[in-house]
């Protein structure tokens, strides 16, 4: 797998990028002293303590005793819940991926077959009509769709319960929210790439066989126009966690956007680091899927 | 199509194909045509491009699209006028007894399927009776036939580890996959070098001495029509302005149009006068 | 010479309007508008005083729905203020965040997008090009989240850290725009009769990256106003008093159970700018740049 391991040598000078700009940012905004010491501390307290966490150090070594404990696991302390940052961060992450992956099969159910009819009835009725429901999709704020859904679904009819992760029925309408955006720009993706591909002349080839039309679709069209579209899907990525952010919020979600909202409430900056490192990781890795993905899906790379 | 049916495998009555234009008046791109093609022979259609030869060949086989539609005429094949046809009877007449194959190999084979699907496929559409064993021999046997040596090994590849005149061979083992009676080849060869051009251009002719093959072949390029075609259509902004023996075409070309055609290709005396010596 | 390719694109854009009269785009034309000039004049047109609290009005639903009353068309919130008044008001500072930001974001990602571009594979550009990935690494919104840590909130903070924090794909765009550019004919002659690096960039291939970059910010303005909204939202991004969309979406969901409009106007409101602009931008796409044309658009 040399290829695997030329895509993570590419990603390394990435990564460290990312820690020097959280760790300038940190380094900007810390006064770690003051959060940790009483307010009633003298400046000698202070002293001892910036000259014990080598706080006096220029920034580059502080910079990299930083890396180094970072390579180590060691991502710091959460002083507000005086435990291990990456140790908390963790606790949550489950929750804010199923979430995530649930709005993104959603989006994958939703955005499909309407793509690929909206593309089949190209310039109809249908087409104008899923075109216009994906062009709102998009422009609605999720935490906006998100009240919205409660006030009808869960106030008014009161189907699904309000927030709250602990049955399944809890996932409806977090995953739904979060999902929207996605099946919109998706929506939109797999129509453009069916009609790309409905005129390519292999398609035309396949008729010229005698075969069906449907088939000529699922078999021809289908797999070749879904190329794309996971390729995008992919960079979709890092929306789709700003968006968990924000959604766990309208629906008490236990996930890591709202570890997150209380850290930067008191300015807990080891959650904070840690998070965003964890998130560019994961990134990274459903960027490196990707790649995957579309290989084992293109034959024309996977054996050249 | 009667089996006892005496006439010309397929005869193009005032042929005349329309496109829609979005708020304008339809464009005729095809106008008002007539000519046919006898059981085992090859009939050249030549022109520019934009002279409505492939579209015509594109509306025997009812494959028109973007708005193109026949809106008069009748195509008759072996006496039954296609246009009459029902989507699905017209279906069954596509790649059983007509097919084709285009210009551009490079394009016309679906890049994630095997060579043996996609050859496999043209086979289990028209003869769903046939086991897989059955359809896997059939799959050898063609491409044994297109002249691909290693079949075996090619049935197993994608059509991107192909050259270009391999795959045009794979796209013809397609298009004989249920032995059609007509075969029509829209510029076949102008996307490969001169030496697989002739190497294609001697395994159409072959197929069709060997097994009869009544061939439309479209192109611009008249040395090739020298080459390979018993009658010659000529076509100019949608219709038909000479109809000749190939012999008779380079002797004694008629119609201006023609004759411009030929001046523009120094060579071609010499080549016309090599196939009359065959 | 960049006027007149500036006079020539904005002719461009006066004919293609004439010829490309997309019903849709003329309906984003008006609608941002409209906006714009209710967001100017707020001060002298918002019915209320949208500050003002008012203690034996709260709770009003709008005019059509029982208890109503034409005095407050669109209702009141828990504080009794006025809606209508309050969204004409939050309407100024999502435009003025809008297009500032993107201002910021697009001014930084067209400096680096044509610098990585023009020295395209040297050492500059994957500099420039591993800072671009780094960045597109971590969703925006999490990298303005955390920038409002250590500044204070407030609209000259979003502003600035939207716009610190977006320029990523600007920078992409416009290297890509002018890796293709260099290709063509004309800038090929211009460096060969040894014009200078910075002039090459100023009088060729800035006005042609243009365009698509016009294209880009127009959409990139909505996006914008989303993340100002969300931050709002969230209570990190601009605080009370001064009035946002975000901010009104808060308040009223608290009061969702019961009073619906307070939630759901606010929300209208953003999503009616969102798409507003986005029919803008997809008609300017088709008047500046047909190769930019949404796929399969592009037919027969």
């Known amino acids: 797998m040399s290829y695997l391991k030329r895509s993570l040598l590419q990603v390394i000078p990435s990564l460290l990028l990312l820690t020097v700009i959280i760790f300038a940012l940190v380094y900007v905004a810390g006064d770690p002293v003051s959060s940790m010491l009483p307010e009633n501390a003298t400046s000698e307290d202070r002293e001892i303590l910036a000259e014990s966490l080598g706080l006096n150090e220029p920034f580059y ?126 929506t939109r993706l797999v129509r453009a790439s069916v009609l790309e591909v409905i005129e390519e002349e292999y398609v035309q080839t396949a008729r010229s066989k005698g075969q069906k039309e449907s088939i000529v679709i699922s078999k021809h069209v289908f797999l070749n126009s879904l190329i794309p579209v996971v390729t995008i899907v992919g960079l979709q990525f890092p929306q789709l966690i700003g968006g968990a952010i924000v959604v766990e919020t309208v629906f008490a979600w236990p996930g890591i956007g709202r570890l997150l909202l209380t850290a930067i409430e008191t300015s807990d900056m080891a959650i904070i680091q840690t998070i965003v490192f964890v998130i560019a990781i994961f990134t990274i890795v459903v960027n490196l899927l990707t790649d995957l993905v579309y290989r084992v899906l293109d034959p024309r790379i996977k054996y050249n | 199509m009667s089996k006892n049916h005496t006439g010309p495998l397929l005869s193009v009555n005032h042929l005349v194909t329309e496109f829609e234009t979005r708020g304008k008046n339809n464009i005729t791109v095809v106008d008002d045509i007539s000519f046919h093609v006898n059981e085992g022979e090859i009939v050249a259609i030549v022109g520019e491009s934009g002279s409505g030869k492939s579209i015509t060949s594109l509306s025997i086989m009812g494959l028109l699209k973007n708005g193109g539609h026949v809106t008069g005429g009748a195509i008759l094949y072996q006496g039954t006028d296609l246009l009459k046809l029902s989507k699905k009877e017209r ?34 559409i028209h003869q769903p009776a046939k086991s897989k064993k059955q359809v896997q021999e059939k799959v050898i046997d063609l491409l044994k036939q297109v002249e691909i040596p290693d079949a075996e090994r090619v049935a197993n590849r994608f059509p991107h580890q192909l050259s270009g005149g391999m795959r045009q061979r794979v796209m013809i083992a397609i298009a004989l996959a249920c032995e059609p009676k007509l075969l029509i080849a829209d510029e076949p060869t102008t996307a490969l070098d001169v030496t697989t051009q002739a ?76 196939s009359h010596a065959n | 010479m960049v006027q007149n390719k500036i006079l020539q694109s904005f002719r461009t854009v006066r004919s293609g309007i004439i010829q490309n009269s997309s019903p849709l785009g003329l309906i984003g034309l008006i609608t941002v508008s409209v906006i714009i000039i209710l967001a100017i004049l707020a001060p002298w047109i918002v019915p209320h005083d949208p500050f003002k609290i008012d203690a034996t009005n709260r709770l009003i639903p709008p005019f059509w729905v029982v208890d109503g009353s034409m005095n407050h068309i669109l209702g009141t919130d828990h ?92 920078t992409r765009l416009v290297r890509g725009e002018v890796l293709s550019v260099k290709e063509r004919e004309f800038v090929q002659s211009a460096t060969t009769l040894g014009a200078s690096k910075g002039y090459i960039i100023r009088k060729h291939i800035l006005p042609n990256v243009l365009s698509s970059f016009i294209v880009v910010s127009t959409i990139g303005i909505a996006t914008a106003i989303m993340t100002e909204s969300s931050l709002s939202f969230l209570g990190l991004g601009i605080q009370p008093p001064d009035i946002t969309w975000g901010g009104m979406l808060n308040d009223g969901r608290n009061y969702i159970a019961t009073s619906w409009w307070i939630a759901t106007f606010p929300g209208l409101a953003i999503t009616i700018t969102v798409l507003a602009i986005t029919f803008l931008g997809d008609w300017l796409r088709d008047i500046l740049d047909p190769k930019l044309k949404k796929g399969g658009d592009a037919d027969e």
């Not at chain 1, 409660?150 to 106030?155: E, G, M």
């Not at chain 2, 000529?234 to 149009?257: S, W």
């Open chain 1, 61 to 186: 070594v502080q910079y990299f005793q930083y890396l180094r404990s970072m390579v180590t696991g060691d991502f710091g302390t959460s002083y507000q819940y005086q435990r291990p940052a990456l140790e908390l961060v963790l606790e949550r992450l489950p929750a804010t991926l199923t979430l995530s992956l649930m709005a993104m099969l959603i989006a994958i159910i939703i955005s499909i077959p309407l793509g690929i009819l909206a593309a089949l009835k190209r310039n109809t009725f249908v087409d104008f009509l899923v075109s216009g429901i994906s062009i709102v999709g998009k422009a609605m704020p999720n935490f906006w769709i998100g009240i919205m859904l409660i006030l009808f679904l869960a106030v008014q009819i009161q189907i699904f319960p309000v927030s709250g992760a602990d049955t399944p029925a809890h996932f409806v309408l977090p995953a739904f929210t979060l999902g929207v955006a996605l099946a919109a720009e998706m």
């Open chain 2, 91 to 124: 279906r069954q007449v596509r790649g059983k007894e007509m097919s084709m194959i285009f210009q551009e190999p490079m394009s016309s084979l679906n890049p994630m399927l095997r060579i043996k699907s996609q050859i496999a496929e043209a086979i289990n």
């Open chain 2, 199 to 274: 190497q294609i251009l001697a395994l159409i002719k072959d197929l069709n001495k060997r097994r009869g093959t009544g061939v439309i072949f479209i192109t611009h390029d008249l040395s090739v029509v020298a080459d390979i075609a018993d009658r010659v259509v000529v076509m100019y902004q949608g219709k038909i302005v000479e109809e000749a023996d190939v012999f008779q075409l380079f002797d004694h070309p008629q119609h201006a149009y023609t004759k411009k055609l030929m001046r523009a290709m120094p060579t071609i005396e010499k080549k016309a006068g090599d």
């Open chain 3, 79 to 170: 504080l009794g203020r006025d809606i209508l008044s309050r969204l004409i008001y939050g309407g100024r500072v999502s435009l003025l965040v809008g297009f500032l930001s993107v201002l910021i974001a697009g001014v930084i990602g067209l400096f680096l997008g044509l610098i990585s571009g023009y020295f395209g594979g040297t050492w500059i550009d994957q500099f420039i090009m591993r800072f671009v990935d780094a960045m597109l690494a971590i969703p925006t919104l999490l990298l303005v989240l955390v920038a409002i840590v250590v500044f204070e909130p407030g609209i000259v903070t979003l502003i600035l850290v939207i716009g610190l924090t977006s320029w990523a794909q600007y």
